[in-house]
T-cell receptor, first 114, second 116 residues
Framework: DSGVTQTPKHLITATGQRVTLRCSPR?????VYWYQQSLDQGLQFLIQ???????AKGNILERFSAQQFPDLHSELNLSSLELGDSALYFC?????????????FGPGTRLTVT | AQTVTQSQPEMSVQEAETVTLSCTYD???????LFWYKQPPSRQMILVIR??????QNATENRFSVNFQKAAKSFSLKISDSQLGDAAMYFC?????????????FGEGTQLTVNP
């Protein structure tokens, strides 16, 4: 158990819908990362937040957005869902920004768009 | 942009034998970190081993060791005395040492099968 929690574990929804994925980092971790794992794209970085502020963006679609709240939990919002958005979405957390800090992964949320 | 390539989509090994998984990467940076992650059927991402680019000594964690060749931009993982529990997808990953570059860039993965 990494200490990172993600809810829900599974999510099934229809095309065009909007969903919210939630992540609680390990206690004391200020940095949160979101990654997407799909058959087409493999594992890719989406976005990073540090202490409530966006720090880095990867290949995140405009239909996707995220935020980190004062209690440091983070939410990834996916809207106008398409079949290709079906994937495993991971959240990871680390203590801070420095390169010496490990990233600890949550168990992931499996999103199925039908 | 950095890229990570794993040229072996699948590998298999007999229990108790040794197997080596390959990884190459491309970067213009001189300071970075390399990782091997394991993803078992549970889908949890588990850190296996990490290597700092500034260290010449290859990292070792129990039965897992790496062969880091900086000039060749190669980073292979050797698993000794393979166990059934080692069966998983293995991902090689790169991370810049710049504070603004802490994202992980992953390879395509290698599915390892361990035969009893």
């Amino acid at each position: 158990d990494s200490g990172v929690t993600q809810t829900p574990k599974h999510l099934i929804t229809a095309t065009g819908q909007r969903v919210t994925l939630r992540c609680s980092p390990r206690s004391g971790d200020l940095s949160v990362y979101w990654y997407q794992q799909s058959l087409d794209q493999g594992l890719q970085f989406l976005i990073q937040y540090y202490n409530g502020e966006e720090r880095a963006k990867g290949n995140i679609l405009e239909r996707f957005s995220a935020q980190q709240f004062p209690d440091l939990h983070s939410e990834l919002n996916l809207s106008s869902l398409e079949l290709g958005d079906s994937a495993l979405y991971f959240c990871a957390s680390s203590v801070g920004l420095a390169d010496t800090y490990e990233q600890y992964f949550g168990p992931g949320t499996r999103l199925t768009v039908t | 942009a950095q890229t990570v390539t794993q040229s072996q989509p699948e590998m298999s090994v007999q229990e108790a034998e040794t197997v080596t998984l390959s990884c190459t990467y491309d970067t213009s940076e001189s300071d970075y970190y390399l990782f091997w992650y394991k993803q078992p059927p549970s889908r949890q991402m588990i850190l296996v081993i990490r290597q700092e680019a500034y260290k010449q000594q290859n990292a070792t964690e129990n039965r897992f060791s790496v062969n880091f060749q900086k000039a060749a931009k190669s980073f292979s993982l050797k698993i000794s005395d393979s166990q059934l529990g080692d069966a998983a997808m293995y991902f090689c990953a790169y991370r810049s040492a710049r504070s603004s570059g802490s994202r992980l860039t992953f390879g395509e993965g290698t599915q390892l099968t361990v035969n009893p």
